[in-house]
């Protein structure tokens, strides 16, 4: 039977990347999903771009990817990071993050999008309000879904790995993040998101013979201290510290 790697919020990190999917390859994976979040990062975006070219995967946009493209002038002198990666990426990756599709049906039965079906800036799955993530109520996805019905929704965005079940009898699961397993954000109230590893995070999809769906997570060791050399090279210490120990400052 097919069978799905699910990848999200890889953030330039090529180093573990290729570590995903060398062991989703050793699973028995032939088709990759990624769900955005790809090439924001201080580690290696062109070199990340380049890699995910050669492996042909699935691709939907996410909202650093779209931020990307859409930067002013001004937030670009002001983020020595965006500067870096513009300057590494050149024309061609820009070129390509613009016709990625805002969400995907990727078959009758998965249907995938980066944060909700209708805003890639809102976590599907939790709810942020107290500055922690608590999974939202059954009827809340449901709500945020506005009329998805797949059997298999897919999305990224909050870097946590999920599986969770709803009353329609659907399933949503967030892989987890690829590249960063651990970030604090302002918007649209400060909170973080920390997984306490370092480990880069994935899921494999495979529907069985009686159309029901095995759901795997898989936490991949990778060669951390070049991603944290690269990031402490643009003076990201705040990354160093999110990539070796999966937890926020």
Not at 33 to 45: E, K, M, S, T
Not at 168 to 192: F, K, R, W
Not at 222 to 243: C, M, N, P
Request: proline content about 5%.
């Amino acid at each position: 039977m097919e069978k799905f790697a699910v990848l999200s919020d890889i953030h330039s990190n090529v180093f573990a990347l290729k570590a995903v999917v060398d062991d989703a390859k050793s699973k028995g994976v032939t088709n990759f999903i990624n769900l955005g979040d790809i090439l924001y990062g201080p580690i290696a975006p062109r070199e990340t771009y380049d890699y995910l070219l050669s492996l042909n995967a699935i691709t939907i946009s996410g909202n650093q990817d779209r931020q990307i493209y859409e930067a002013t002038k001004a937030e670009i002198d002001s983020n020595p990071t965006m500067k870096f990666i513009l300057n590494d990426l050149g024309r061609s990756p820009l070129e390509w993050m613009k016709q990625l599709p805002f969400d995907l049906q990727i078959t009758p039965d998965i249907y995938a999008c980066h944060g909700t079906p209708d805003d890639d800036l809102v976590y599907l799955l939790e709810d942020i309000v107290t500055g922690k993530p608590e999974v939202r109520a059954d009827r809340e996805v449901i709500k945020l879904l506005n009329g998805r019905y797949s059997p298999i929704i897919l999305c990224g965005h909050t870097h946590t790995p999920r599986c969770v079940e709803l009353s329609t009898g659907q399933i949503v699961v967030n892989p987890g993040s690829v590249g960063l397993q651990a970030y604090t954000d302002d918007e649209p109230n400060i909170h973080s998101m920390q997984n306490y590893s370092s480990k880069a995070s994935y899921a494999t999809l495979q529907k069985k013979p009686d159309d029901k769906w095995d759901i795997t997570f898989d936490r991949v060791t990778y060669d951390i201290q070049r991603a944290t050399s690269a990031a402490k090279a643009q003076g990201r210490e705040d990354w160093v510290h999110f990539l070796s120990t999966g937890r926020c400052l």
